[in-house]
């Protein structure tokens, strides 16, 4: 048995130099050596299992090293990592703050501001030409359209309307103008024309022609009223409110028959010319105060200007000096006059005021 024990204790010994030769041998042949070496159940067992546990801690124990190498090198990176942000912050901290543009002047602020407005001023006129452009492009196609549709029978005059006339009917208006239909609106109207013919005739004040889209030519007049006359040798010279001549007549017209004016010029569509221009015009306020206040005097006769008679009817009249007739015709007591008499049914006789603006009323004739 000691034999045998010497035995396997050279054979363990000769393994472990082996092993000790052979330091790169895997864990197969370290198990194998054990199993070899296994004579002695109780002694050898003991030695191969713990030889087999120390080999099998090894790798343990090498793959704890290398997990603890893999977390340093983890930690490592990480704070490889971190370290750059850490430099960052400190580059960053270094960093100088970014430095305040100056201040201008009062004097650059101001050429600042001038260009701004310049600038504004530049693009708004660049916006009115702009306008300007598309206008007179739209303008253009307008008036291109007109200028052909002018020359249609669209526009040839088929009526003609007459606006104003009192006097004068509106046959006897577009005959005196000359004005025909069936020429065209724009081009051959002839309002000037027309307007001219018509402002000869001394019953027309004023003519205008006009055209009405898109085949009517309209013929507006202005007519002077006729209100009183004046006896002229033979005939009866018919006058409106303003002394202007509008007709000789033989005829005794239905107007206020004056009396007591001197007449040296007669002329159509002019102011009568008389020897005394005070007392005439003194007689055209007369006759309009009268048209005014709605009253009607068949006759005024202005022979004595101190002594003026207006004939209410032949046989019934008003005798004052020209202040006052004009004054008591204006507010309203002549009329309150002849309310009274014509309500008494009273024709005949004088009435006269007096300074005090009472009336008389002288019976008879």
């Known amino acids: ?68 190498d893999d977390a340093e090198e983890a930690e490592s990176e990480n704070e490889g990592e971190e370290e750059p942000a850490e430099e960052t912050e400190s580059e960053t901290e270094a960093e100088p703050e970014e430095e305040k543009a100056p201040e201008l ?20 006129k660049r916006r009115r030409h702009k306008r300007a452009m598309i206008t007179g492009v739209v303008l253009a196609v307008l008036a291109l359209t007109s200028l052909i549709l002018s020359f249609t029978p669209i526009f040839t005059v088929d009526s003609i309307e007459v606006k104003g006339n009192t006097h004068y009917s509106a046959d006897e208006i577009i005959s005196m103008g000359h004005a025909v239909p069936g020429k065209n609106l724009i081009y051959k109207a002839d309002k000037a024309v027309i307007q001219k013919y018509l402002e000869q005739n001394p019953y027309i004040k004023s003519a205008e022609v006009n ?28 006058l409106d409110g303003e002394g202007i001549l509008l007709q ?9 028959i004056i009396e007591g004016n001197i007449i040296k010029k007669i002329k159509l569509s002019q102011q009568l010319g008389t020897t005394d221009e005070t007392q005439m015009r003194k007689t055209i306020d007369l006759v309009q105060a009268m048209s005014d206040n709605d009253l009607y ?54 009435i006269t005021f007096n300074e005090d603006g009472t009336s008389t009323f002288m019976p008879g004739f």
């Open 105 to 124: 002047s009062a004097e650059d602020r101001e050429i600042a501001e001038r260009i701004r407005l310049r600038k504004i001023e530049a693009e708004r």
């Open 211 to 238: 055209r009405k889209f898109p085949s009517t030519l309209v013929i507006n007049v202005k007519e002077r009223t006729p209100v009183m006359t004046i006896r002229y040798d033979d005939d009866y010279l018919v």
């Open 1 to 68: 048995m000691e034999e045998d024990k010497k035995y396997q204790t050279q054979e363990v010994n000769i393994e472990e130099e082996e092993q000790q030769q052979e330091p790169e041998q895997t864990e197969d042949s370290e198990i194998l050596a054990a199993r070899t070496i296994f004579v002695d159940k109780d002694n050898l067992y003991a030695e191969g299992s713990e030889d087999v546990e120390e080999s099998e801690e090894e790798p343990a124990e090498s793959e704890e090293i290398a997990d603890s």
């Open 297 to 350: 005097f068949v006759k005024i006769d202005m022979t004595d200007k101190y002594s003026i008679k207006a004939y209410v009817y032949d046989t019934l009249i008003v005798k004052n000096d020209y202040e006052t007739l004009v004054e008591n015709i204006k507010n309203g007591k002549l009329h309150l006059v002849l309310d009274k008499l014509f309500s008494e049914s009273i024709k005949r006789g004088t």
């Open 248 to 256: 000789k007549s033989r005829t005794k017209p239905k107007l206020t």
